[in-house]
Structures are given as structure tokens and as C-alpha cells.
């Protein structure tokens, strides 16, 4: 079994910084990928990011248009952990931010795994 618990989430103003961090235990050898997810109140839950974890050569991350160049998505597997780093944020970027473990995907459907999810509101 994988366990994922988010952290980082908080209240700031637009343009400032986060990082959500997304610890994993467990089997954290049978992840495939780590990915970002967001949802707003009364929104879908939409994809922001992901990386590869099984494949070691590279993470190949991939954005979502709406936050590629802001946000940066990283691993340490020394700490079995996967960061979002949020820059420039704005208020449209107040979501639940949830970090999930399953196929590597831009479908939430194809991630089996989720995290508790952590608050980020973002005040302008």
C-alpha cells in the first residue's frame, strides 16, 4: 500500500510564492507517477501537473497551460517526496490541492491513489 499526505497549502496574496509538498510510504517503488490535481468550490477537479517517479532517467514533467511557467514540479526521492513550487500566484488559483499516485496521466480517473488535499487560497 501507498500513502500520500499534502502539505504546504496556506492563505497568501496574489503574486506570491508556495510549495505544496506530497509525501509518499509505503510501496512507493509500484508509483508509476505523481500528479497535481486542484478543485475549486463548485468546480471539477482539474489536472495542474505531473512526473514520472518509476522512471529514474528523467521526470519528464508536464504542466497544465494554466499554471506552465509558474509552477514547477519536482521529486526527491531521498525523501519520497514530490513538490509543487507556485509562483506567481493568482486569486484563480485558490483551489483543495491534491497529489495522487497512479498512471502517468492528465485523467484523474487513471490515478488510484489520492492524498487528504491541502488548502490554497489566494487573496488579491
Known amino acids: 500500500q501507498v500513502q500520500l499526505v499534502e502539505s504546504g497549502g496556506g492563505l497568501v496574496q496574489t503574486g506570491d510564492s508556495l510549495r505544496l509538498s506530497c509525501a509518499a510510504s509505503?510501496?512507493?517503488?509500484?508509483?508509476?507517477?505523481i500528479g497535481w490535481f486542484r478543485q475549486a468550490p463548485g468546480k471539477e477537479r482539474e489536472f495542474v501537473a505531473v512526473?514520472?517517479?518509476?522512471?529514474?532517467?528523467?521526470?519528464?514533467?508536464y504542466y497544465a497551460d494554466a499554471v506552465k511557467g509558474r509552477f514547477t514540479i519536482s521529486r526527491d526521492y531521498a525523501k519520497n517526496t514530490v513538490y509543487l513550487q507556485m509562483n506567481s500566484l493568482k486569486s484563480e488559483d485558490t483551489a483543495v490541492y491534491y497529489c495522487?499516485?497512479?498512471?502517468?496521466?492528465?485523467?484523474?480517473?487513471?490515478?488510484?491513489?489520492w492524498g487528504q488535499g491541502t488548502q490554497v487560497t489566494v487573496s488579491s
Open positions: 495522487a499516485a497512479g498512471q502517468r496521466s492528465v485523467r484523474a480517473n487513471d490515478y488510484n491513489l
Open positions: 512526473i514520472s517517479w518509476s522512471d529514474r532517467s528523467g521526470g519528464y514533467p
Open positions: 509505503g510501496r512507493t517503488f509500484s508509483i508509476a507517477a
